[in-house]
């Protein structure tokens, strides 16, 4: 399915609407001390890129149901962004990630600093402690740009039940995720359900499900973008999948085969598995998750994964995933405009270059 180029709210609402929270916060936090700017430049850093893709789904939601185009919609989805960055904060942390974006990831962004300025103790500790509380401090602002976003407070009450419980499901599918990279022992089934609650259902689905909440959508309209949303949040978690390993640096802003030195249990490494013959297996179980892993090391990975079958599969479950999304999509009861754009950000999400 392709379609013309439909506009979204000022990127997707989320530029425009994450400065509009920081700028009140900067003269509170510095009349705590000076010493806060950094946090507020390492949070500006981050959020100066992104695809903005939550927020858009949340704003479409809303138009989906008959929302109109307003402040107060665009500023709620906005928040989504904040709660976007606590996640890929704490993510960074756990996943020991040097990069975001192109650019170092927050914690390392604080161990630089403690090492320039020579301070006494340990610079690790120092740059996963600062990070994890500008990733609770995003959290808090989130939730406070979706209580202050100038909608009704029923309008917010309908949403709030959507987005805790977004909020619940995001937190539950990292400790998945976390526990099948300990446990070594995923399997397509289990490696999906990680993609279902810390990707699908927080990327796409509960984005439109708070949007359609907020303009106060019939329940068969809630349904029909779950048709949608849920499996092209899985698309397109599996399109991330495949980047991780076979994306460019340029493009994903992380280096070449970063999944793989982290250890990921992802469905394509599942795949891979599945089809591997016992050496296959025994050189991928080695090298996966291994810090040190070199630009030799990944293409013996990447080699692996294309000899098994392990990515023309995943890349069959990606479009199989895509047309189910776009199916459901042709008979949903929703607006004109929300259809044309949603078919138009199915296409954003699931064809990113490698």
Same mark, same amino acid.
């Given at each position: 399915?392709?379609?013309?180029?439909?506009?979204?709210?000022?990127?997707?609402?989320?530029?425009?609407?994450?400065? +509009?929270?920081?700028?009140?916060?900067?003269?509170?936090?510095?009349?705590?001390?000076?010493?806060?700017?950094?946090?507020?430049?390492?949070?500006? $850093?981050?959020?100066?890129?992104?695809?903005?893709?939550?927020?858009?789904?949340?704003?479409?939601?809303?138009?989906?149901?008959?929302?109109?185009?307003?402040?107060?919609?665009?500023? $709620?989805?906005?928040?989504?962004?904040?709660?976007?960055? !606590?996640?890929?904060?704490?993510? /960074?942390?756990?996943?020991?990630?040097?990069?975001?974006?192109?650019?170092?990831?927050?914690?390392?962004?604080?161990?630089?600093?403690?090492?320039?300025?020579?301070?006494?103790?340990?610079?690790?500790?120092?740059?996963?402690?600062?990070?994890?509380?500008?990733?609770?401090?995003?959290?808090?602002?989130?939730?406070?740009?979706?209580? =202050?976003?100038?909608?009704?407070?029923?309008?917010?009450?309908?949403?709030?039940?959507?987005?805790?419980?977004?909020?619940?499901?995001?937190?539950?599918?990292?400790?998945?995720?976390?526990?099948? +990279?300990?446990?070594?022992?995923?399997?397509?089934?289990?490696?999906?359900?990680?993609?279902?609650?810390?990707?699908?259902?927080?990327?796409?689905?509960?984005?439109?499900?708070?949007?359609?909440?907020?303009?106060?959508?019939?329940?068969?309209?809630?349904?029909?973008? !779950?048709?949608?949303?849920?499996?092209?949040?899985?698309?397109?978690?599996?399109?991330?999948?495949?980047?991780?390993?076979?994306?460019?640096?340029?493009?994903?802003?992380?280096?070449?085969? /970063?999944?793989?030195?982290?250890?990921?249990?992802?469905?394509?490494?599942?795949? =891979?598995?599945?089809?591997?013959?016992?050496?296959?297996?025994?050189?991928?179980?080695?090298?996966?998750?291994?810090?040190?892993?070199?630009?030799? +090391?990944? /293409?013996?990975?990447?080699?692996?994964?294309?000899?098994?079958?392990?990515?023309?599969?995943?890349?069959?479950?990606?479009?199989?995933?895509?047309?189910?999304?776009?199916? $459901?999509?042709?008979?949903?009861?929703?607006?004109? $405009?929300?259809?044309?754009?949603?078919?138009?950000?199915?296409?954003?999400? =699931?064809?990113?270059?490698?």
């Amino acid at each position: 399915m392709r379609s013309r180029h439909v506009d979204h709210p000022d990127p997707q609402g989320g530029r425009r609407g994450a400065a +509009g929270l920081r700028r009140p916060r900067r003269p509170a936090l510095r009349a705590i001390s000076e010493d806060l700017a950094p946090l507020l430049s390492a949070l500006d $850093a981050l959020l100066g890129g992104g695809k903005r893709l939550r927020p858009a789904f949340c704003y479409w939601g809303w138009r989906a149901a008959g929302g109109e185009d307003g402040p107060g919609i665009v500023a $709620a989805a906005a928040s989504l962004e904040l709660l976007q960055a !606590s996640a890929l904060v704490h993510d /960074d942390v756990m996943d020991s990630s040097d990069t975001r974006r192109g650019q170092p990831s927050v914690h390392r962004r604080f161990e630089a600093l403690h090492r320039a300025q020579g301070w006494p103790g340990d610079a690790e500790s120092f740059g996963g402690g600062a990070a994890i509380l500008l990733g609770d401090l995003c959290l808090a602002w989130s939730g406070e740009m979706f209580e =202050t976003s100038g909608l009704d407070g029923a309008s917010r009450l309908r949403g709030r039940e959507v987005y805790d419980l977004m909020r619940t499901e995001v937190m539950c599918g990292q400790y998945l995720d976390m526990l099948e +990279g300990t446990r070594r022992q995923a399997n397509v089934a289990t490696a999906l359900r990680v993609v279902e609650y810390k990707s699908a259902k927080y990327t796409i689905e509960r984005p439109l499900h708070l949007g359609a909440a907020l303009a106060g959508a019939r329940p068969d309209v809630a349904a029909a973008l !779950s048709g949608y949303g849920l499996p092209l949040g899985i698309a397109f978690q599996l399109r991330d999948d495949v980047l991780g390993v076979f994306g460019d640096p340029a493009e994903t802003g992380k280096p070449a085969g /970063d999944d793989l030195r982290e250890g990921k249990r992802t469905v394509l490494v599942a795949l =891979t598995l599945e089809r591997a013959s016992a050496a296959q297996a025994a050189a991928l179980e080695r090298r996966l998750g291994d810090p040190a892993l070199d630009r030799p +090391g990944v /293409d013996e990975l990447r080699a692996v994964i294309e000899e098994t079958g392990g990515l023309a599969a995943c890349e069959a479950m990606i479009e199989r995933y895509l047309r189910e999304a776009e199916k $459901a999509l042709e008979t949903a009861p929703i607006t004109a $405009a929300a259809r044309e754009a949603l078919a138009e950000l199915a296409v954003a999400a =699931t064809t990113r270059s490698t």
